[in-house]
């Protein structure tokens, strides 16, 4: 991918997020230029791009074929329109281009996700993708935090960087537990699955 497309990959993708996520950040030109051009380990990579006439993109999409034994038969897909150009059938065109690809390769499920209650959320239900999982991400306050007990050893404990739950119960304790600690709800974000079997 030339260092313009992927400029213009990082327009998109940066007015997407920050049309649906205000005040989250969005990866840099020079972090998206490395994903872009750098090898993924567990997996090949398809990028594609929707412009207009004039050649300003306003779609992008991007497919991970997952190459590691177990998931060989998933692939992972990435779709950003730009909020100006949206409901004009340009994900939509993204979407069937990525799953005629999955088919191609002879994958039998394609995964994404949204965040909960957005515009890709309901891009998601309304196209099939069946819901599996979601996600509830917490953010800390550092700004005030006394983090010098964070380097000393704690016989018995490893420190982790991310709990897994498979039910609400799970949800609702750690969530409790996070709370208590100071964590704060921001973001939920629903795991989506298509079978893609021809």
């Known amino acids: 991918m030339s260092a313009e497309q992927a400029a213009a990959w990082h327009a998109v993708v940066a ?16 972090q998206v230029h490395a994903r872009l051009t750098t090898a993924a380990p567990d997996g090949r990579r398809l990028f594609w791009l929707a412009a207009e006439d ?10 991970r ?25 340009v994900g939509s065109h993204l979407l069937t281009t990525a799953i005629f690809a999955v088919q191609v390769e002879r994958r ?52 982790i960087a991310e709990i897994e739950s498979v039910n609400a119960e799970d949800d609702a304790r750690v969530l409790a537990v996070n709370r208590r600690l100071g964590f704060l709800p921001y973001r939920r974000t629903h795991e989506y699955r298509l079978d893609v079997t021809p």
């Open 15 to 30: 007015a997407s997020i920050g049309h649906d996520l205000p005040g989250e950040s969005a990866p840099t030109p020079e």
């Open 54 to 63: 004039d050649g300003a993109v306003v779609g992008v999409a991007g497919l």
């Open 65 to 89: 074929l997952f190459t590691e034994q177990g998931r060989d038969h998933l692939a992972e897909l990435e779709l950003h329109v730009h909020p100006d150009r949206r409901r004009r059938g």
């Open 108 to 159: 039998r499920g394609l995964l994404t996700s949204a965040v909960a209650d957005g515009p890709g959320d309901a891009f998601c239900a309304a196209r099939g993708f069946l819901r599996h999982l979601t996600l509830s991400h917490v953010l800390l306050d550092l700004a005030g935090a006394d983090d010098s007990a964070a380097d000393a050893s704690h016989p018995g404990y490893e420190r």
